[in-house]
C-alpha cells in the first residue's frame, strides 16, 4: 500500500507541473494588457508609469521566466493581486472556498441519498412500473441542463410557492437548498442509472442465488450482501461527477449569487481579473486531481482484487 | 446478414427520424420562421404566448417561436462541427499513438493526462473567457479540452487490433504506416467511436449553451438557445416564457440525441441485447 501511494503521488508531479503551465499559458492568449486594465478606471496614465509598473510585476521579462515565478508564488501560496480590488488573489480564492465547498458536499450529500434507494429500488423492481418511473425521472433529469433546472426551480418554488429564497448566502440552510437540488438533479440522474446497472449486475450472481436458496429473506440479501458492492460504485461515480460539480458550481452559484469560487471567477472573467481566474483553473484542477487520488487509493484499500494487482507486499 | 442488420438497428429507426426532424429544422431553419428573428417590434414586447406569436416575444417583442427555430440553426450546428473536430482530431492523434508506440506516443499520452486533469467546464470557463468570449472562441475552449478522451479511447482500440492477424497479414502484403492506418486501423475503430461520440452530442449542446448563458458564447442578438436564456433571466418573474421556450428546446433536442445515443450504443453491443 505504502508504495503504491508513493508512485501515485510521483505521478502527480507532472501533471501539476502540466496543469500550471497551461492555466499560465493560457492568459498568453488574451488581448488585454494587464496594466492596461488597471489603470482603465485611473484615466490617462503616462508610458512610463505603466513601463515602471510592468517591470515591477516582471511583466517584460521572457514567458518562462515569468511561468517559473509564478509557479513558485503557487506553491507558496502568493499568487499576485487582483487587478480591480488589490486584494491578494490567494486570500480572495480562500475566503470565497468554503461558500462552494459546502454547496458542494450538500449536493453530493443529497445525491447519494437520494440516488442509492433509487437505483436500488429500480434494480429490484426491474421492468415493472416503479423501475419505468425513476428511469424516466433519471433520464430527464440528464437531459436537462443546469441552468435550466435552476431557473424552473427558482420560478416554481421560489417565485410561484414562495417556499425558498432565491438569492444564496452560504452557512444559512435555507439557502443552499436551491444551488445544491440543481447540482442534485443531473448528478442524481446519473447516479441512479449506473447504481441500478450494477445492482441488475450484482444480483445475478451466483451468490444471491446461494442465499435466495437458502431461503435467505431478499431484504437480508440486499442489506447485507448486494449494498456493500454499491459503495464502491458511488466513490467511481464521485471522482467521475467532480469534474462536471466543479464546472457545474460556476454556472449555478452564478445564477444563485451564491458567494463562492465559481461566482468569483465568472465575475473576473467579465472584468478581465486574470489572476483570479488563473488561481480559479489552477485550484479546482489541483481539487480535481486530489479527489482522484483518493478515490483510487480508496478502491485500492477496499477493494482486495484491486490490491493484489497493486503490488502489496 | 442484411436481414440480419435490418433487425439489430430497425429500433433506431424512430429516433432517427426524430433526429432527423431537428437536424432539418436546424438546416432549413430560415424558411421555418414566422417571422423574422431579428427584428424588434417594441410595441408588442413581453407578450405572452398568443396565436400569433404562438410562444410568446422576448423583450425587443421579437418572436421567440422564430429565434427558437433559428437558434436551433445555431446550437446544433455549432455543436455538431465542434464534436466533429474533437473526434476526428481525438482518434487521428489517438490511433497515431497506438499504432507508431513509442516517444510521440509517451508525449502525446502524458499532454492528454493533463488536459484530463482540468475540470471540463472549469477550464472552458476560463478558456472561453480568456479568448474573448464569441460562439467560435467558445468551441474553440471546448474543442481544445474535449479532444484527449477521443485519443484515450482511440489509442486503445488501435492497440486491441494492431496485433491482430489480419494487420499481420496487411503489414507483410506490403502496406505502408499511412495506409495502415487508413485501409485497416480507422475502419476497424471508427464503429466505438462514433458510439462514443453519438452519446456525447447532447453534453456537447449543453457545454456550448452553458457557455453562451454566461455570456461567453454566442453574443446578442444572435439567436441561439443558451443567450436567449441569459437574456431572459432578469425577467423570470414577469415573462417566465422567454426561458422556457429555449430552455425546452434544449431540453428536447437532448433528450432525443441522448436517446438515439442510447439505442446507437444497444446496437452496436450484443451483450447488451441479450439482457
Known amino acids: 500500500m505504502k508504495s503504491y501511494v508513493i508512485s501515485r503521488l510521483m505521478q502527480l508531479v507532472p501533471i501539476l507541473i502540466g496543469i500550471t503551465f497551461l492555466t499560465f499559458g493560457m492568459m498568453q492568449f488574451t488581448a488585454d494588457d494587464a496594466v492596461d486594465i488597471m489603470y482603465e478606471q485611473a484615466g490617462s496614465v503616462s508610458e512610463e508609469v505603466k513601463a515602471a509598473k510592468r517591470a515591477e510585476l516582471g511583466l517584460d521579462q521572457p514567458f518562462l521566466v515569468q511561468y517559473g515565478r509564478w509557479l513558485a508564488g503557487v506553491a507558496s501560496g502568493d499568487m499576485g493581486r487582483s487587478y480591480l480590488s488589490g486584494k491578494r488573489v490567494f486570500e480572495a480564492f480562500a475566503d470565497k472556498l468554503p461558500a ?127 449494498l456493500r458492492s454499491t459503495l464502491i460504485v458511488i466513490i467511481t461515480l464521485l471522482a467521475l461527477s467532480m469534474g462536471s460539480l466543479l464546472g457545474g458550481t460556476a454556472i449555478v452559484e452564478t445564477i444563485f449569487m451564491w458567494d463562492g469560487v465559481g461566482k468569483m471567477a465568472v465575475d473576473a472573467i467579465l472584468t478581465r481579473d486574470y489572476p483570479l481566474i488563473q488561481a480559479y483553473v489552477v485550484w479546482m484542477s489541483i481539487i480535481y486531481v486530489c479527489v482522484n487520488l483518493v478515490a483510487d487509493l480508496a478502491y485500492h484499500y477496499l477493494d482486495p482484487r484491486v490490491r493484489s494487482c497493486g503490488g502489496e507486499s | 446478414m442484411l436481414s440480419f442488420m435490418g433487425k439489430r438497428y430497425r429500433p433506431l429507426v424512430p429516433y432517427l427520424a426524430l433526429a432527423g426532424v431537428v437536424l432539418l429544422t436546424a438546416v ?45 440553426q445555431t446550437t446544433l450546428c455549432a455543436s455538431l462541427l465542434l464534436l466533429l473536430v474533437i473526434a476526428s482530431f481525438g482518434s487521428f492523434v489517438g490511433a497515431i499513438c497506438g499504432y507508431r508506440g513509442g516517444k510521440l506516443d509517451i508525449f502525446l499520452m502524458r499532454l492528454s493526462d493533463v488536459f484530463l486533469a482540468f475540470p471540463q467546464m472549469v477550464f ?27 485519443a484515450r479511447i482511440a489509442r486503445g482500440l488501435t492497440l486491441t487490433i494492431r496485433a491482430m492477424p489480419y494487420m499481420e497479414a496487411a ?44 455570456g461567453l458564447g454566442a453574443q446578442p442578438p444572435t439567436a441561439e438557445w443558451g443567450a436567449m436564456m441569459n437574456n431572459g433571466r432578469s425577467m423570470l418573474q414577469t415573462a417566465p416564457w422567454v426561458i422556457l421556450a429555449p430552455g425546452t428546446a434544449i431540453f428536447l433536442t437532448v433528450a432525443i440525441f441522448n436517446l438515439l445515443g442510447d439505442k446507437i450504443r444497444d446496437a452496436m453491443d450484443p451483450k447488451q441485447l441479450q439482457k
Open chain 2, 124 to 150: 472552458a470557463i476560463a478558456a472561453a473567457g480568456a479568448l474573448g468570449g464569441g460562439l467560435f472562441n467558445a468551441a474553440a475552449a471546448l474543442a481544445v479540452i474535449g479532444w484527449p478522451k477521443y
Open chain 2, 28 to 72: 432549413f431553419a430560415p424558411f421555418l420562421t414566422p417571422y423574422d428573428p431579428y427584428v424588434q417590434d417594441l410595441e408588442g414586447a413581453l407578450s405572452p404566448p398568443n396565436a400569433d406569436n404562438l410562444l410568446g416575444t422576448d423583450r425587443y417583442g421579437r418572436d421567440l417561436l422564430s429565434r427558437v427555430i433559428m437558434g436551433s
Open chain 2, 171 to 214: 503489414r507483410m502484403a506490403g502496406t505502408g504506416p499511412f495506409g495502415m492506418l487508413v485501409s485497416h486501423v480507422f475502419p476497424n475503430i471508427a464503429g466505438p467511436v462514433l458510439v462514443t461520440a453519438a452519446l456525447d452530442i447532447g453534453t456537447i449542446i449543453m457545454e456550448l449553451a452553458g457557455l453562451s448563458f454566461l
Open chain 1, 100 to 226: 462552494t465547498v459546502e454547496l458542494m458536499v450538500v449536493s453530493i450529500l443529497l445525491t447519494i441519498f437520494v440516488a442509492t434507494p433509487l437505483g436500488i429500488l429500480a434494480a429490484v423492481y426491474q421492468n415493472r412500473w416503479l423501475d419505468y418511473v425513476i428511469r424516466t425521472f433519471s433520464f430527464v433529469g440528464n437531459s436537462l441542463p443546469n441552468f435550466f433546472v435552476a431557473l424552473l426551480l427558482i420560478y416554481f418554488l421560489a417565485l410561484r410557492l414562495g417556499l425558498l429564497p432565491i438569492m444564496g448566502r452560504p452557512g444559512d440552510w435555507h439557502s443552499v437548498v436551491l444551488p445544491a437540488l440543481t447540482l442534485t438533479i443531473a448528478m442524481g440522474a446519473k447516479y441512479t442509472r449506473q447504481i441500478r446497472a450494477v445492482m441488475l449486475e450484482e444480483l445475478e450472481k451466483p451468490y444471491v442465488m446461494g442465499a435466495r436458496a437458502r431461503g435467505v429473506r431478499e431484504y437480508t440479501i440486499l442489506t447485507k450482501s448486494v
